[in-house]
């Protein structure tokens, strides 16, 4: 019985750990170590790094500043963007770590499960922050922010006091993201393409999207479907249309009296 709970405990940490730091990293990195410092959390030999002063300082230091970075409209999706090299490999190094003194093979297996799981959650994240982002008004983004904050923290409580609720919940948590992804993957392939632009992969666009806007609107007046159809042509030519999506409305449009 002892070794069952050890295992679902071992379990949760590690699916709890790099499940948060998907979301914000340094609350995560926060929680586990002053946590572990302050003899609340009997953190495994590997992160007991976390407890050092040094790394409660830095971690400390970023969240302050993703504090008021997370909660600004537009900047908070370039960060998700920058932090797509940072919270997936540190979700990663969290599994692996909070496995214990185990086989190499494990932990690399548990690196893998982590990896993914932060993946999941940071593009989960980013997907839905570039959707919010199309409300003008602030409030919808301090509302998210402090939600997802308020998330890994009952989340990382769940996991060490609650393994088996927290596993049970993460399970929801994950039907939920699959059902939602597909619906979020058009804003999130717009996160790769920044990704791809920083690192010179993909070709920056050279025609603003408000360039585009003014000649469909000068061409309206003149032809209503037209300007439609360029509309779109420039949506699919940015990634925003999928060739079906732009062939079905494409389609609607010309059979339109």
């Known amino acids: ?56 300082g830095a971690a400390g230091l970023m969240y302050f500043v993703e504090f008021f970075v997370d909660k600004t409209p537009g900047v908070d999706s370039g960060w998700d963007t920058l932090h797509t090299f940072v919270r997936i490999p540190a979700g990663a190094m969290l599994a692996a770590g909070a496995v214990g003194d185990v086989t190499p093979a494990l932990e690399i297996a548990a690196g893998i499960m982590g990896g993914g799981m932060a993946a ?54 994950i039907l939920i993201v699959a059902f939602l992804l597909p619906k979020l993957w058009r804003a999130i392939k717009l996160v790769f393409r920044k990704i791809g632009e920083l690192l010179g992969v993909v070709e920056k666009s050279t025609e603003p999207l408000l360039a585009t806007e003014t000649t469909t609107a000068t061409i309206t007046s003149s032809d209503p479907k037209l300007a439609e159809l360029e509309r779109l042509q420039a949506l699919k030519d940015k990634g925003a249309l999928t060739a079906e999506e732009f062939e079905q409305e494409k389609q609607r449009i010309l059979q339109r009296d």
Do not use: C
Request: proline share 5%.
């Open 120 to 173: 999941t959650t940071h593009a989960t994240k980013a997907g839905s922050r570039l959707l919010i982002n199309t409300s003008p008004e602030p409030v919808t983004n301090w509302t998210a922010s402090i939600a997802e904050d308020l998330m890994v923290f009952a989340g990382l409580w769940a996991a060490l006091n609650h393994p088996f609720v927290f596993l049970i919940l993460l399970i929801v948590f």
């Open 1 to 56: 019985m002892e070794s069952y709970e050890a295992l679902m405990a071992t379990l949760a940490l590690t699916m709890g750990a790099s499940w948060a730091s998907g979301i914000n990293l340094y609350a995560a990195l926060l929680v586990l170590g002053i946590g572990g410092s302050t003899g609340n959390i009997d953190l495994p030999p590997d992160l007991q790094v976390l407890e050092n002063p040094m790394v409660i």
